[in-house]
């Protein structure tokens, strides 16, 4: 299964579509940063190497980063010429474990390469603190009015080093569930129907982000990633309901993902 897992990264060396995912969080990640880095440039100050906490903090930036991850996971379940031959000696049923592990790794390091991406940006004036740093406190809810989002909740209810291992289970635990959401809607019919689907669930988030319906929260995972709604009083969700739906959710997709393996035709198809 883990070899299985390696050799789909081994082929991201020669994948376009990883290239301009890579870019696109690069571009993404200087628009989000620019600002701030433009306001610590003209004070003189460091920036501590905590932006990913609020990475996610705005709808717009959450639509953009899962968009990139979905374009990364959207040929699920990758069966290339090569995986034909890979089948055959493994089987069946560790083959598909062996993919299902694969989008659980791929979704850690994408969102660990948005994490890196967010300090190598701010080069030449990131320094390493255990504290959020003035320049953050300062735009802290748009005090220092610049352009970038950054929650003052998050600064007050958090640790720097609290918010920003939060922000990363819960994006990676997201990821992983679109990331077999894909998995499983490919299963049935072509592969843009499993890519459809989560870009539903992914603009959804924005319904959740805008609605007074309650219960909306609560069935929105992308509505979680920017942390703030932990600590709205209007939604309610707290951290057990969202680690519970999140490892709930991936363990049902996987249930399903093995059994319809058993009668999924599999053949060789060309990358996307």
Known sequence: MFRIAMMNFRKWESNYRVYVVLASVLVFTYIRTDPVRT??????????PYFFSFQMADEITRLLFYFALILLLCDAPFTDGQQMFVLIRTGRRK?????????????????????????????PYVA????????FTACAGGNALTETYIPDIIVKSYTPVQAWMLAYAVNTGTGMLLGLLIFWGNLFRSRIFGPAMAMGWVLFSNVAAWSYIKMVSFISPVSWVGLTMF??????????????????????????????????????????
């Open 39 to 48: 306001y610590a440039q003209g004070l003189g100050l460091s920036v501590t």
């Open 231 to 272: 600590h709205s009083g209007e939604f309610g969700v707290t951290y057990g309901y969202v680690a519970a739906f999140l490892v709930g959710s991936c363990v049902l997709l996987s249930v399903l993902i093995l059994y319809r393996s058993r009668y999924y035709n599999i053949e060789a198809l060309e990358e996307i």
């Open 95 to 123: 083959w598909f474990l062996g993919q299902i592990l694969y989008i659980f790794l791929a979704s850690a390091v994408y969102f660990l390469v948005v994490a890196a991406a967010s300090v190598v940006l701010f080069i």
């Open 128 to 135: 390493p603190s255990l504290q959020w740093g003035s320049v």
